[in-house]
């Protein structure tokens, strides 16, 4: 029996769509088409069909679009069989919704969906070479949490505070060997209370922003080896020795203000001190009783330590003023 077969490769496909969902004749094999490429709309769907025997006319789903072909000559209800969006014949299910066809579409778009899901579910249980699991990644906005750091000034203000909360503890060395004085005369050994040890200095320089020096705590004599102290090096180039610093450790009994006062004294003056045994050709500094000296550059002062025209209060000396 001649069904009318159609030679037009698109309308075939309809034929056949037709024929199937209502029952009819089994499709005959395909035939051999030519090489050449149809031009118009289906040029697309044969390129696809070349590629991967597939069937013409069809709508394609594929991950990023749908291609469709459009033939003005198909009814509403051919548009529906090629998009396999009919109802099987001989079933009717209004409740339900039209099953959808198994064919290599739906199979493509299938794999297609489903592999980033299941990279992902990989990706997120994929242990490290240290065992631990890397999370998966969160939705949204990338935020930080970020933890303020408190930056601690340095200066007097800074090594106040720390003799007035005892956490500066200082100590002296008491190795023989590291406060021999060797002279002509023979060997000697100098005081500790003037070489204190390597990590009160250190903790010293830490707190007023300087860095630790060895030098003679008291010059080096013609003909004599001297055991070498730590020095405390201010970023101002003023040096002190670090053990004149660290007495005043046992001095917090004294209040803020006159502590204030005695340790900008003592760099001052010690600074004067280390300088002359530097060049001992220079002269001997000399003070005035009392005398504080000038307020540290470069140094924080603790509050109410300061007076309007920027010298060091001293009251030691506003109490014995008449």
């Known amino acids: 029996m001649d069904l009318g077969y159609p030679r037009r490769p698109h309308l075939r496909a309809v034929f056949l769509q037709i024929l199937e969902a209502n029952g009819g004749v089994k499709k005959p094999p395909p035939r051999q088409e030519a090489a050449a490429t149809p031009a118009g709309p289906f040029r697309v769907f044969n390129e696809l069909k070349t590629a991967q025997n597939l069937p013409y006319g069809i709508g394609m789903r594929i991950p990023s679009r749908t291609l469709t072909a459009v033939n003005p000559l198909r009814s509403p209800a051919h548009t529906a069989i090629a998009r396999g969006t009919a109802p099987a014949a001989g079933r009717t299910s209004p409740s339900k919704a039209p099953a959808t066809p198994t064919s290599p579409f739906a199979t493509l778009v299938a794999s297609s969906t489903a592999a980033p899901a299941s990279a992902a579910a990989a990706a997120s249980a994929t242990p490290t070479a240290a065992g631990a699991t890397v999370p998966k990644a969160a939705s949204g906005p990338l935020t930080a949490s970020v933890t303020p750091v408190s930056v601690q000034p340095t200066g007097i203000a800074a090594l106040v505070n720390a003799i007035m909360s005892g956490s500066l503890r200082p100590t002296n060395v008491t190795d023989p060997s590291k406060l021999a004085e060797i002279t002509p005369r023979g060997t000697f050994e100098m005081p500790s209370i003037y070489y204190a040890s390597d990590d009160t200095a250190s903790q010293i320089a830490q707190l007023l922003g300087g860095t630790v020096v060895r030098k003679p705590a008291f010059g080096q004599a013609p003909g004599s080896t001297e055991p070498l102290a730590n020095f405390i090096e201010l970023p101002n180039g003023m040096t002190v020795n670090a053990a004149d610093l660290a007495y005043y450790a046992k001095c917090g009994n004294e209040g803020v203000q006159q502590l204030t006062a005695d340790l900008t004294q003592e760099i ?52 014995n003023k008449p």
């Open 268 to 319: 001052n003056q010690g600074a004067a001190v280390s300088a002359y045994y530097d060049n001992p050709s220079s002269p001997m500094p000399a003070f005035q009783l009392g005398e504080v000296g000038p307020a540290i550059s470069g140094m924080t002062y603790p509050a109410g330590t300061l007076a309007a025209n920027g010298s060091v209060i001293n009251p030691a000396m506003q109490a």
